[in-house]
């Protein structure tokens, strides 16, 4: 069998409830041995941390850019004790999830931009006191995230992280793969009319591609439904950690690798994305 790291899912939202350990379970009799989960807001973090603990997953403790308008200015610094307080536990990976998004329309005006940037701003500050890397929330905004990152880059100009749910242009995916992060790709590559991310997966290099599913959001093909579908009364299905062996077995077309080689190469590039993940390895929890 196949072994994955869904390097991105958010298994402690309400979607989930009470089957989130069902689901995990389902996940790791499928070959998923890790998630990472990443907390979105300050009430979330104690969630994720005990969530991860419960099913010997990593996790990540950030502001996600759609929560920034709902957080105090004192948020900032209950993430840096956060951190602070949780250093030395193995199963915390990473800063995350931060980022921006100027997709969303209330987010792209002034003053959202601005506040969003300086939470981004503060919390890779923040990364790179803890030596941390950093999950990124990309949308609609690759140009501006990749242009923080070189502000705050330090010596040696590098980062260790992962673009999630990367969607941009070939020259913006080489230009954070310079910077020495990963990019994340999910259900979104599943999708037929998804020509220009299915022709980016195609051409990228195996080394610079994690996998994840952002579940319960992203669903991949096979779960969606239109909303034409939703009127008539077809259920949307609710993506899950399960599913990322057979979105990565679509990817493996797409990159032209076997399955067992596209598990192989980015697992290893998952720990070097998270290199906290390789305390899991040791501890024979991931293959190979």
């Known amino acids: 069998m196949a072994h994955w790291i869904d390097t991105h899912c958010h298994l402690d939202a309400p979607e989930f409830g009470d089957a989130a350990l069902a689901q995990r379970a389902l996940a790791a009799a499928r070959g998923v041995q890790l998630c990472v989960l990443p907390a979105v807001s300050v009430p979330q973090f104690n969630a994720v941390r005990s ?7 990593g996790y990540a403790l950030g502001i996600h850019p759609l929560y920034v308008a709902s957080q105090s ?16 536990d193995p199963h915390l990976v990473a800063v995350g999830e931060i980022g921006l998004d100027y997709f969303v329309p209330e987010l792209r005006a002034p003053r959202q931009r601005e506040r ?16 941390l890397p950093v999950l990124l929330h990309v949308r609609g905004a690759v140009d501006a ?3 923080g990152l070189r502000a705050l880059a330090g010596p040696g100009g590098r ?16 230009q954070l793969i310079d910077l020495g992060l990963h990019l994340g790709f999910g259900g979104a590559v599943t999708f037929d009319r998804a020509l220009n991310l299915r022709t980016l997966v195609r051409t990228l290099p195996p ?43 679509e990817m493996a077309v797409l990159q032209g690798v076997s399955v067992k080689e596209l598990s192989d190469v980015t697992t290893r590039n998952a720990i070097d994305a998270l290199p906290r993940l390789s305390a899991f390895r040791d501890r024979d929890r991931i293959s190979p």
């Open 116 to 131: 969003q940037w300086h939470f981004y701003t503060e919390q890779l500050r923040l990364a790179r006191q803890f030596d």
């Open 207 to 249: 080394q610079a591609i994690v996998l994840e599913t952002d579940a319960p959001d992203m669903p991949p093909q096979w779960l969606y439904r239109s909303a034409a579908e939703r009127a008539a009364g077809a259920v949307q299905g609710v993506n899950s950690p399960a599913e990322l062996p057979r979105i990565g077995a």
């Open 51 to 57: 969530l991860a603990h419960a099913t010997g997953d």
């Open 145 to 147: 995230i990749t242009q």
């Open 73 to 88: 200015e004192g948020a900032l610094s209950h993430l840096a004790q956060a951190l602070q307080q949780n250093l030395a």
């Open 159 to 174: 980062w260790h992280g992962i673009a999630h749910a990367f969607n941009g242009s070939t020259q913006q995916a080489r």
